[in-house]
C-alpha cells in the first residue's frame, strides 16, 4: 500500500511538565478544620499559559503554593517530570525551587536599598544556568531602567522587575499569584503582556491566579476553583492577546 505523503501525522499529547494526583490540604487551629483541597488532580503542560480562577477560599493559593514546592498536602502526589516531589525531604524540595520554578506575588518584594539590576542579581548569583539580569529587565521592558531603586519606579514597573528576577533563573515553570491584584486595569495589562511575552518567547509554562474572569482569555486553558475542588477546565480555541483584554 502506498502512503500517502501529505497525510498528517496525529497530534502529539501533551507533555506534563507538572502533575498534582489527589491533592487535599487541611489545615487546623484548635478544634477549627479548614479543608482547603478536595482530591484535586491537575497538570501544567510544558509551554501553556493556564489561568486558575475562582472566589478568595477556593484553594487557588494553596494549589499553587504545593505544585511550587513552598507548601506540602495533607495526601497526594505531584510529579514533577517524573521524579515525586512530595516525596522528596526539605533539602530536595528547596532545590526544585531554586532549579526549577519561577515565583510572582501580588506584592513585589523588592528590596528598596538595591537597584531594579541588583534585585535581579539576587537570583542570578545562585543560580545555575541564569541570564544576565540587563537581558531578563530587556525581556520585561525595563532595559532602559536598569539603575532606578524600587522607589523610583511605578507599581507596575516594580512587578515587571519582579518578574524579571523570577524568570532571570530560567524556570521551567513560572507561577504568578495574583499578579496584577494591586494594580490598576491599564498597568495591569502592560504586567500581563509581559507574562505573555516570557510564555511565548521563553516557552515558560506558566500558571496565573486571579480573580478576574476577564484574564482567563489569554490562556490555553483556564480552570475554575470552588470550595477546594476544581469544578471547569476550559480550552480556549484562540487566545486573546493581553492587550486586547478589557475589565
Request: proline letters at 4%; one cysteine or more.
Amino acid at each position: 500500500m502506498k502512503l500517502d505523503s501529505t497525510a498528517k501525522a496525529p497530534a502529539a499529547a501533551p507533555r506534563a511538565t507538572l502533575r498534582a494526583e489527589a491533592l487535599t490540604k487541611t489545615y487546623r487551629t484548635g478544634e477549627v478544620e479548614v479543608r482547603a483541597l478536595r482530591g484535586v488532580d491537575f497538570e501544567l503542560n510544558a509551554g501553556e499559559l493556564v489561568v486558575l480562577l475562582g472566589a478568595s477560599g477556593s484553594g487557588k493559593s494553596t494549589l499553587l503554593n504545593i505544585i511550587g514546592g513552598l507548601d506540602t498536602p495533607s495526601s497526594g502526589r505531584v510529579f514533577f517530570g517524573d521524579t515525586d516531589i512530595t516525596a522528596t525531604d526539605e533539602a530536595a524540595l528547596t532545590r526544585f525551587r531554586r532549579d526549577h520554578v519561577g515565583f510572582v506575588f501580588q506584592f513585589y518584594n523588592l528590596i528598596p536599598s538595591l537597584t531594579a539590576r541588583e534585585n535581579v542579581a539576587l537570583v542570578t548569583e545562585i543560580a545555575d544556568n541564569p541570564m544576565k539580569p540587563s537581558a531578563a529587565l530587556e525581556i520585561v521592558g525595563l532595559g532602559e531602567r536598569l539603575d532606578h531603586f524600587p522607589a523610583q519606579l511605578s507599581g507596575g514597573e516594580q512587578q515587571r522587575v519582579a518578574i524579571a528576577r523570577a524568570i532571570a533563573k530560567r524556570p521551567d515553570i513560572l507561577l504568578c499569584d495574583e499578579p496584577t491584584g494591586a494594580l490598576d486595569s491599564a498597568t495591569g495589562i502592560i504586567v500581563l503582556e509581559a507574562l505573555e511575552l516570557v510564555n511565548r518567547e521563553l516557552d515558560t509554562t506558566t500558571a496565573v491566579i486571579t480573580h478576574n474572569t476577564v484574564v482567563g482569555d489569554m490562556a490555553d486553558r483556564v480552570v475554575r476553583l470552588a470550595d477546594g475542588c476544581i469544578v471547569e477546565a476550559i480550552i480556549n480555541p484562540r487566545r486573546l492577546p493581553a492587550r486586547e483584554l478589557a475589565w
